[in-house]
């Protein structure tokens, strides 16, 4: 049995949980997430939690078990807490900043790059710090629009320039030797 996917998932006071057949919708404080589940997967609710149970043992049916659940929990956090992720610009020069609801970066080009994000991510830029903050309720859609941030400068190994995720460690390469 999968340990991820046979563990419930509480359902906090202020969330709602609806389940109508391979659809999940989840609404709570921040907002509402909707998603469908695999047919071999079903979710039931049971004394104020949400409990994910497979049909068969077969390998798919095994796979789909844990990740189900964790999709569903992520749903949870979602309309109650929200998900962020940071990330910060490394370079002389670099720099980002905000116009209107679009992100502008300066990344060493000839021209700024401007990022204009999905409906339900919101951007704010930390400029003393160099960061740049990615909020919102969709886990997936955030991670999402970070690594597109991020691939706009990937972070190189020689001097280490580029939009790297916070904590993200840089391995740096040994350059050229004088000879």
């Not at 004394?47 to 929990?73: E, M, Q, Y």
């Not at 990344?107 to 700024?112: A, N």
């Not at 830029?125 to 969709?138: C, L, Q």
Request: aromatic share 4%; glycine share 10%.
């Amino acid at each position: 049995m999968s340990r991820v996917g046979k563990k419930p998932i509480p359902i906090p006071d202020k969330v709602k949980v609806d389940i109508n057949g391979s659809n999940v919708t989840v609404t709570g404080p921040k907002g509402s997430l909707a998603r469908a589940i695999p047919l071999e997967i079903t979710a039931a609710i049971e004394d104020n939690t949400v409990v994910v149970t497979r049909s068969s043992d077969l390998k798919k049916c095994r796979a789909l078990h844990g990740l189900t659940r964790a999709l569903i929990n992520n749903m949870v956090i979602g309309v109650t807490e929200g998900f962020k992720r940071q990330l910060v610009l490394v370079g002389v020069g670099y720099r980002a900043e905000m116009r209107g609801k679009n992100l502008v970066l300066y990344l060493g080009y000839s021209h700024p790059t401007v990022f204009s994000p999905p409906d339900d991510i919101s951007l704010s830029v930390i400029p003393k710090e160099n960061k740049i903050e990615v909020t919102g309720i969709n886990n997936e859609l955030v991670g999402l629009v970070a690594s597109i941030i991020r691939s706009f400068r990937k972070p190189e190994p020689y001097k280490g320039k580029g939009i790297r995720y916070i904590g993200e460690k840089v391995r740096s390469k040994a350059g050229k030797a004088a000879g």
